[in-house]
């Protein structure tokens, strides 16, 4: 997870894995075991005719906090782990305008699903959720996001 936490990698990995989400501006504000923080400004790359953030831009970077802590769970472990998106629920509270932080601060509980499924057979699911905040620190958007992970056979 530390290797996010330099601007220059995490570009590079929004580059060549997600490069919608480095043109939108989303942007890892910090990341820690137990909590990541995306941000992303509102401006021309990410905006909407009704003069605020696009809802899509906003699930991406609630949908990256999630994943930028199962990620570097999965990454730490010595077997190989997929992790794949399930089901994706999301509220709109408020217009996003400014800079917007999305934060998850379930690391942990995501870390209990990446080990067990290390050990497991089946499929494990991880419903974590993030949520939105502008600069005056009311939430704009809420996210629930299911993750499943899953042992790669030995094969793959």
């Known amino acids: 997870m530390k290797r996010f936490n330099r601007s220059s990698v995490f570009s590079w990995f ?3 894995k997600l490069p919608i989400a480095w043109l939108s501006g989303l942007r890892v504000k910090s990341i820690s075991d137990e909590k990541a923080e995306v941000s992303v400004r509102y401006g021309f790359w990410n905006k909407n005719p009704f003069n605020s953030m696009y809802f899509a831009c906003q699930a991406m970077a609630g949908e990256m906090a999630t994943g930028l802590l199962a990620l570097g769970y999965v990454d730490n472990q010595s077997v190989k782990i997929s992790l794949l998106v399930m089901d994706f629920n999301s509220t709109y509270k408020k217009k996003a305008i400014g800079n917007i932080d999305f934060v998850c601060d379930e690391g942990l509980k995501v870390k209990e699903a990446v ?4 050990s497991a057979d089946k499929p494990v699911l991880c419903v974590m959720n993030s949520h939105g905040y502008d600069e005056q620190g009311d939430c704009v958007s ?11 056979s030995k094969r793959s």
Do not use: G, N, V
Request: charged residues 30%; hydrophobic residues 45%.
């Open 142 to 152: 809420s996210f629930q996001i299911t993750w499943t992970f899953k042992r790669k």
């Open 115 to 118: 080990e067990k499924a290390a």
């Open 14 to 16: 929004l580059i060549t």
